[in-house]
């Protein structure tokens, strides 16, 4: 194995008895075609003896990846219609997305990048960074900037420090933030110096990726309070996923995991349609009757939005169930007569 415990080769997979020996071939041509990494804390997390188990469903390589479904695209979000430079799309006018890296310390098996991420090499190079600021410092009007990828902190914190720098000389760069799965699948990363590295002029926030309450372990505890303490603002997202957190015990729990560690939820994603990622499909009904079924029940402040990236690059939006429904004509005029249900299901009249 590469590191400690880790699964970076379909050997690996069989080792931990995560595989049977005749199908390595198989899901080497998958491996081939989509990066294979499971981290040693959330390899530990799998429980061989479940075909259902959750941590598996998510980073274990499967045949089915190789079917490809004729609503299925490679680049799913539309990155490619915004790109504004290589690593960098600029979508809305206030935000920008930069990507150091296509590499992650781990690969989920539904990414809406998998197309993109994973292979040697996929590093921006100096004078493709020096680009991408030159693009965010000619533009008074860019307020945030994402650092995605893969995974900004698959880079040393040498080099996230050196990439900061240069954002900190640019005034109107007001807030960084990123976007990774690190602190839960590889906390030991974070070390002392991350957060110091981390705090800046600019308010850096930090989006974990998290999809199942047990990936909230321990050391994840520790590595997120670190980051917490060190005035770093935590938020997450997740997935809504077949078979992983399609059910509403377990994003119960993993809402409630995530706020008790001072984490506010704040995406659950629709899935994407990637290539190869019908077996994690949820329909949108079914998204909507999980999340109404927290309200009410789930304290607000453990609430995310439900949210459609609408293919081609039209962006995010909000596909919660809408309360307010309009009832005959008038509402144009500031006069109108709305029907709106509460969180216990009740409908009630209402004029606004
Ligand atoms: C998701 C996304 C963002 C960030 O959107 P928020 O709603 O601010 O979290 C920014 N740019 C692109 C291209 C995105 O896909």
Not at 225 to 252: F, H, K, W, Y
């Amino acid at each position: 194995m590469s590191r400690d415990g880790e699964i970076r080769r379909v050997e690996d997979l069989v080792a931990r008895g995560l595989l049977d020996a005749d199908r390595a071939d198989e899901i080497g041509r998958v491996v081939d075609r989509f990066a294979l990494a499971i981290t040693a804390d959330m390899a530990r997390l799998i429980d061989p003896a479940d075909p259902e188990d959750p941590i598996a469903r998510q980073f274990v390589p499967d045949p089915a990846e190789l079917e490809v479904r004729a609503d299925e695209a490679d680049d799913p979000i539309g990155d490619g219609t915004h790109a504004a430079a290589p690593g960098l799309t600029h979508r809305y006018r206030d935000r920008v997305l930069l990507k150091p890296t296509h590499l992650c310390r781990i690969y989920c098996r539904f990414c809406f990048r998998r197309d993109r991420v994973g292979h040697a090499g996929e590093e921006l190079s100096e004078a493709e960074i020096e680009a991408a600021i030159a693009h965010v410092a000619a533009r008074p009007e860019i307020f945030e900037v994402i650092l995605t990828g893969g995974d900004p902190l698959v880079l040393s914190d040498r080099r996230i420090g050196r990439l900061l720098d240069r954002l900190e000389a640019i005034p109107h760069v007001e807030v960084v933030r990123l976007h990774t799965r690190v602190p839960v699948v590889d906390p030991g990363r974070i070390g002392a110096t991350t957060a110091a590295t981390l705090r800046r002029r600019f308010a850096t926030w930090m989006v974990i990726h998290v999809d199942h309450p047990r990936e909230l372990t321990e050391a994840a505890a520790a590595a997120i309070g670190r980051l917490v303490d060190a005035g770093i603002p935590m938020l997450s997202q997740t997935t809504l996923l077949a078979g992983v957190n399609d059910r509403a015990e377990v994003l119960e729990a993993l809402f409630r995991g995530l706020v008790r560690l001072r984490v506010k939820p704040y995406y659950l994603h629709h899935l994407d349609r990637a290539e190869g990622t019908a077996r994690y499909r949820v329909p949108v009904a079914r998204g909507r009757e999980l999340m109404n079924g927290l309200r009410g029940r789930l304290t607000g402040i453990a609430q995310p939005v439900y949210v459609l990236d609408i293919p081609g690059g039209h962006g995010k939006v909000p596909i919660g169930a809408d309360p307010l429904e309009p009832v005959g004509e008038g509402r144009e005029a500031g006069t109108g007569r709305w029907r709106v249900t509460a969180p216990d299901g009740g409908v009630h009249d209402w004029e606004g």
